[in-house]
C-alpha cells in the first residue's frame, strides 16, 4: 500500500529546518573564526594541535564541527514543533556563511 | 606505468572526491531548481522524492571523504618538515612552493585558504540533505526554506571549487610524491 502524502494543509513546522539552517551558519563562522584565532595567536595554535601531522587545522576544523553539532541539537530541541521567523534567521546564517567565506581568504584575515 | 601512494591518495581525494562532488553538486543545483523554484515543479512524481534525499546524503558522503582525507591523510605529507640542510624538497611540498618568491603564493593564498573554506562544504551540504530529508515534498509550502536550501547548496559549489582549484594548482606545482610504488602495468 502506498504511503500517503501529506497534504497541503498539514504543513511542518518550519522550526526543524531553521535550526539546521542557523546552526550550519554558526559552524562555518566558527570555523574561520577559529581559524584566524590559530594564525594569530600561539596559544590558540598549540591549543588546536588535536593531532600532530595535521597541526593546528585538525583542532580548528573540529572544534567547529562539535559547536555546529552542539548548536543543531540545542536549536533542533527547542524549534522542533515551533514555527519561527526564518527570514531574519536565514539572513543571519547567510550572513555568518558568506563572512566566514570571506574570512578564510587569507588577504582578509590577515587584516586581523 | 606507475604513480606512487602519496600521488594514488592524492587522485582519490581530488578527482574521486572533489571533482565528482562538484559534478553531483552542480546536478543537484539544477535538481533543486526543477522541483522547487521552476513552473515545472508539481510534476515531480512523489515517488520520486526519494531520489533526491538519496542523491544529497551521497553528495554529504562525498564532501566529508574529501575534507578528512585531504586533511589527515594527504596535509601531513603536504606540510612535512624537512630535516635541516635538505637541498632536494620535492617531497616536501609547502617548503618546495616557500622556496621561492614564484611559487610560494600557491601555499600563502592557496594552500591556506583551501585548507579551511574546503570545510564550508560538507557542513552546508549535510545542512541541505538533512533539510530535503525533514520535509521532503512539504518544501513546496516553505519558500524560505527552499532559497536557504539553494543558496547553501550553492555556496557549498563555490567553496568545493576554490579548494579543486587550488588543489590541482598546488599538484601542478609541487605535487605530494613519495611512499611506496605501486605498478600498475608494463610498458612496451
Redesign the interface.
Known sequence: MKKQEPSTTAVLPNGSGAAAILSAGIGSFMLSFFAIAADKSAFFKNLFVFYKPTGPLSGVTTSAILIWLIAWGILEGRWRNRTVTLARINAVALVLLGLSLLLTFPPVAELF | MEITERSLWTLIHGMGFGALYLLACSGALVELYRRYFSKAANSVA?ENENFLKVYLVAMSVLAWLA?LTG??II??WY?AVAPVGTANLAAFPQKLLQSSPATSGWH??GM??K???A??TP??I??AA??VI??G??L???P??R??VM??TL?SF??AGIAGFFGAMLVKNAPVEGGRTIHLMDGE
Open positions: 512523489p575534507v586533511a589527515y596535509y601531513p606540510r600563502s593564498l591556506e585558504w585548507e579551511h573554506v570545510w564550508l557542513i552546508s549535510t545542512m538533512a533539510v525533514r520535509y515534498r512539504d513546496r509550502n516553505h524560505q526554506l532559497a536557504a543558496s547553501f555556496i563555490l567553496a
